[in-house]
């Protein structure tokens, strides 16, 4: 497993789209990107990546997503703790993420939140499958430097 930093947006964004994530595929990575990495395979396959964004004046883990055959071997985790110390370099010590499977963050220590507390970081409700095939949960942490 190799994790890179990676500024092809659009091998990125086109993964996050065929793995599950409401994303457009983009040519450019959009200004609230602050970073993004990729995982490949032995074989040079993309099998999993994530990005940090800045969203109205907050900070989101944002577009994390696994090859479903590379699922449960710790890609995300390693993805997390990236991110997280990304924000923490950025001067953050807090973030924001729209977790489409809470189980797996509260894991890391995030929190499930109501949306009337959270920035405006997310589409999610005006996504036509919200609360129909999509349940994703606003979740925030606190990031210290453990």
């Known amino acids: 497993m190799k994790i890179v930093e990676d500024t092809d947006y659009r091998k990125l964004s086109t993964f996050w789209k065929e793995n599950g994530l409401e994303i457009e595929v983009l040519e450019e990575k959009p200004e609230e990107v602050i970073k993004a990495w990729s995982i490949t395979s032995e074989d ?20 994390l997503a696994v090859d479903p055959e590379f699922r449960g071997q710790n890609h995300a ?5 990236l991110a997280e ?17 809470p189980g797996f963050y509260t894991k890391l220590g995030w929190e499930i939140r109501g949306r009337e507390e959270a920035p405006d970081i997310s589409k999610c409700l005006t996504c036509e499958d919200f609360q ?8 925030y942490k606190v990031i210290d430097e453990a």
């Open 44 to 63: 040079g396959r993309l099998i999993a990546a994530a990005a940090v964004e800045r969203r109205d004046n907050a900070f989101v883990i944002a577009d």
């Open 85 to 101: 110390q990304e924000i923490l370099s950025a001067g953050g010590r807090d973030a924001w993420l729209v977790g489409k499977v």
């Open 77 to 81: 985790k390693a993805l997390m703790k």
């Open 132 to 139: 129909v095939s999509c349940h994703p949960q606003i979740m």
